[in-house]
């Protein structure tokens, strides 16, 4: 069990170096083939955090373990809604300025009625994953249209976000460094995350909902902690919804568009009613007083807790 441990911690070590390189290499071209910071920044915040999850779910799906790939989506989203935003406000209260933030909150809960009736017959289609994956698609495009009404302030904010050296060369080896760390973290975490199931005698879906998904997750909280310090809770918010809406869009969809996926009954019982509680919770927050305050911050961690609680408890 020590070895599947220290597997799964190096593979989550790599998988945050390599995603860092990946969104520093990513912007530094798209600054350098004209792409407005603003934009680039504006896609780095919503969907940049993601990447870590996608190539576990990459790995874990090209090994023969798709549940462990469902588990880890569905489960991050649930560790960015209730850990990484809930313990960020308990760090400082977040600031929010973005009007993004209602929509993509939108967006979520749509994404996950889709998965919900989608699913209701057990499997997911080719048909639903593609349909999943065009409206990742029309997402951006929302995103970039939605996203000039931004304040000035919080386009600057965005723009800051996205600085990174132009330089072609650096890039380019910037994103070769970052795909070997993230090829080799997300081979370590799944194999470490294998051992861990058959030491603990858990199914894989339990392992990718839980210790898979919060220990890639962990990195990114420890960056939210500090955004928040900063006053950059629009970009705490941003990651979190951004990167849960990626992860039911893009990389449930395409999993499902490269073969049709078995979802676990779970899914419609459990883990997909439990990210729209999130939702509703968050309704409040982002639409009142545009803050997310300590105490607030306070009831998420509290929900996901209970989560994980009823995790351990049904799926022994």
């Known amino acids: 069990m020590l070895v599947s441990t220290g597997?799964?911690?190096l593979g989550v070590l790599?998988?945050?170096?390599?995603?860092?390189s990946l969104l520093k290499g990513a912007s530094g071209l798209a600054q350098r083939l004209g792409m407005p910071p603003f934009v680039a920044g504006l896609l780095l915040v919503a969907f940049g955090t993601s990447l870590p999850e996608f190539a576990v779910n990459v790995r874990a799906f090209a090994v023969g373990q798709p549940h462990l790939a469902l588990g880890n989506a569905v489960g991050s989203n649930l560790v960015n809604l209730g850990l990484t935003l809930g313990v960020a406000a308990l760090a400082a209260p977040l600031l929010l300025r973005m009007r993004l933030l209602g929509p993509m909150l939108t967006v979520l809960a749509l994404a996950t009625l889709a998965l919900l009736f989608f699913g209701r017959d057990g499997t997911l289609g080719r048909g639903e994953?593609?349909?999943?994956?065009?409206a990742a698609l029309a997402l951006v495009a929302l995103l970039l249209v939605w996203g000039r009404r931004e304040s000035p302030e919080v386009r600057e904010s965005l723009a800051a976000f996205a600085v990174s050296r132009p330089m072609l060369g650096l890039n380019l080896v910037r994103i070769a460094i970052a795909a070997a760390l993230l090829f080799y973290g997300a081979k370590y975490t799944v194999q470490g995350a294998l051992g861990l199931g058959v030491a603990w005698e858990l199914s894989?879906?339990?392992i990718g909902l839980l210790p898979v998904a919060i220990a890639t997750a962990l990195p990114e909280v420890v960056v939210a902690v500090l955004a928040a310090r900063r006053g950059q809770g629009d970009v705490v918010a941003g990651h979190v919804l951004g990167s849960s809406v990626f992860n039911l869009l893009v990389i449930v969809g395409g999993m499902a568009v490269v073969a049709p996926l078995s979802l676990p009954a779970s899914f419609s019982l459990l883990?997909?009613?439990a990210t729209l509680a999130f939702v509703l919770v968050l309704v409040p927050m982002l639409r009142g007083d545009l803050r997310i305050s300590r105490a607030e911050g306070g009831v998420l961690v509290a929900a996901f807790?209970?989560?994980v609680a009823l995790e351990l408890a049904l799926m022994r």
Do not use: F, H, I, T
């Not at 790599?14 to 860092?20: I, K, N, P, R």
């Not at 994953?129 to 065009?134: E, I, N, T, Y």
């Open 305 to 307: 807790a209970v989560w």
């Open 129 to 134: 994953g593609a349909v999943l994956l065009l």
């Open 14 to 20: 790599l998988l945050a170096l390599g995603g860092d």
């Open 204 to 206: 894989p879906l339990l």
């Open 271 to 273: 883990e997909l009613p």
């Open 7 to 9: 597997l799964v911690l």
